[in-house]
């Protein structure tokens, strides 16, 4: 079974800095492109980033020069390293994959809050 298990988030102040991992499991991960999405309260799920083997395939505009994805394919894990954070960065954070036939996967979210 494909499982994405999301680690990282917490709460920190403004300015302060974290960073998340996405462990996969259950499918090929060097085969799939990965993303993460975020859903703040009272808004709609974004999608934050996507990542194939080669590297940031989107990457939303707001976020440039403060966050910073990755993937360790030896490790089946999915990064992002969030600087400067924001009250506005405060979200659930998610994982996701598609497999073959379009069916998205989902981790279960880590939650940040910055204060």
């Known amino acids: 079974d494909v499982q994405l298990v999301e680690s990282g988030g917490g709460s920190v102040q403004a300015g302060g800095s974290l960073r998340l991992a996405c462990t996969a499991s259950?499918?090929?991960?060097?085969?799939?492109?990965m993303s993460w999405y975020r859903q703040a309260p009272g808004n709609e799920c974004e999608l934050v980033s996507s990542?194939?083997?080669?590297?940031?395939?989107y990457y939303a505009d707001s976020l440039k020069g403060r966050f910073t994805f990755s993937r360790d394919n030896a490790k089946d894990t999915v990064y992002v390293q969030m600087n400067t954070l924001t009250s506005e960065d405060t979200a659930l954070y998610y994982c996701?994959?598609?497999?073959?036939?379009?069916?998205?996967?989902w981790g279960q979210g880590t939650q940040v809050t910055v204060s």
């Open positions: 996701a994959t598609l497999d073959a036939a379009a069916f998205i996967y």
């Open positions: 259950g499918f090929t991960f060097d085969e799939r492109d």
């Open positions: 990542l194939s083997n080669e590297g940031v395939i």
